[in-house]
């Protein structure tokens, strides 16, 4: 497993934003950082579970196993995974994926549900898919309603949490979400102690509904680990930032890894993807201040109104089975 570095108790915020950035490659090739109160050193790259089901699915499993693969020999040892992706399909591939190399990785993946009896169902079925007696993270996924936080403590989704920790099937507890900061905060006031937050992290975001503003520091203070997503944008395949303005994936990826974060969950659908995010991760340094001011001023006026991030600004990228959850139709 990955290397256990507890920081001493109590450190400021000042410290503990030195200490996420921080970095030791461990030999792995790429640099690692902490996962917040964890200890946890995990890879600066998380490979997106949905998108390597995609390449299963649309090319062959073959091709999304040598992907896979590839991403731990090049120290990318941080996974990610759904319950909901592809029906399950995901999960299912990466367990066949995983064979063989299972402590070669920290394995993340989501809860889908609000309520006791469907967390169970969705540990018990991720557990069997990804062939494992573990998860390294759980994570709530898509606390994107107003009233997620209340359903999740209210409703038994966190109690049994904890009781999957206890049991040891789940090592520590998470929540993610990409609608609204708001949401977010009043998660991490709810008084329980999260690993971990994921949210979307790009240079949009720094002028619209902005995470890195109002959540990262509130993460940075309560020491949760910050993992960050949709660093691209929100479009087709997530790529409408570089496909649809000036600023490049390779600003965006370079913005997102000089914030704060523990690690970037990045969809790969090719092995040129997947080895140009590894090039800039050897060795990464955080960008400069005239080279953030650049991308800002690239970034800025078309980044006001959620035109690059329709997963703030629309229900279109809200999963169905939230929708319907929620009353809206799916």
Same mark, same amino acid.
């Given at each position: 497993m990955p290397r256990t570095n507890r920081p001493p108790s109590g450190p400021g915020l000042g410290a503990l934003a030195a200490q996420l950035v921080q970095q030791d490659d461990e030999g792995r090739g790429i640099p690692t950082r902490r996962l917040g109160r964890t200890g946890e050193q995990v890879s600066i790259l998380c490979v997106g579970g949905a998108h390597l089901g995609r390449v299963a699915l649309d090319e062959s499993e073959?091709?999304?196993? /040598? %992907?896979?693969?590839?991403?731990?020999?090049? $120290?990318?040892?941080?996974?990610?995974?759904?319950w909901a992706y592809h029906n399950g399909y995901a999960e299912e591939f990466m367990g066949k994926a995983l064979? !063989? =190399?299972r402590d070669q990785v920290f394995l993340m993946t989501k809860n889908?549900? /609000?309520? @006791?009896?469907?967390? =169970?169902?969705? *540990?018990?079925?991720?557990? /069997?898919? %990804?062939q494992t007696d573990r998860i390294d993270l759980w994570q709530f996924h898509e606390a994107n309603y107003d009233n997620d936080p209340e359903w999740i403590f209210d409703r038994g989704g966190l109690k049994f949490a904890l009781e999957a920790q206890k049991a040891g099937k789940v090592r520590y507890i998470g929540f993610t979400g990409h609608k609204h900061p708001g949401i977010h905060v009043k998660m991490l006031n709810k008084g329980y102690e999260w690993a971990s937050s994921q949210m979307p992290i790009n240079p949009m975001d720094h002028f619209y509904r902005s995470f890195e503003k109002e959540v990262v520091p509130l993460c940075l203070a309560k020491d949760v680990g910050v993992i960050g997503m949709k660093c691209l944008g929100g479009g087709p395949r997530e790529a409408e930032i570089p496909t649809e303005t000036k600023v490049t994936a390779e600003m965006c990826v370079r913005w997102a890894l000089s914030l704060p974060v523990s690690s &970037?969950?990045? !969809?790969? *659908?090719?092995?040129?993807? %997947?080895?140009?995010?590894?090039k800039i991760a050897r060795g990464f340094r955080p960008l $400069?201040? @005239? +080279?953030? @001011? +650049? &991308?800002?001023? *690239?970034? @800025? #006026?078309?980044? $006001?109104? !959620?035109r690059h991030e329709?997963?703030?600004?629309?229900? =279109?990228?809200?999963? #169905?089975i939230y929708r319907k959850m929620h009353g809206f139709e799916a």
């Open positions: 073959a091709q999304a196993t /040598r %992907l896979a693969h590839a991403a731990v020999d090049n $120290g990318v040892f941080f996974w990610d995974n759904a064979k !063989g =190399r889908s549900g /609000r309520d @006791e009896a469907f967390s =169970r169902q969705c *540990l018990d079925d991720s557990l /069997r898919r %990804l &970037i969950v990045r !969809g790969y *659908l090719s092995m040129d993807q %997947l080895m140009a995010d590894v $400069g201040v @005239e +080279e953030r @001011e +650049e &991308i800002m001023a *690239l970034a @800025e #006026p078309v980044a $006001g109104d !959620g329709h997963f703030k600004s629309t229900q =279109r990228y809200d999963s #169905p």
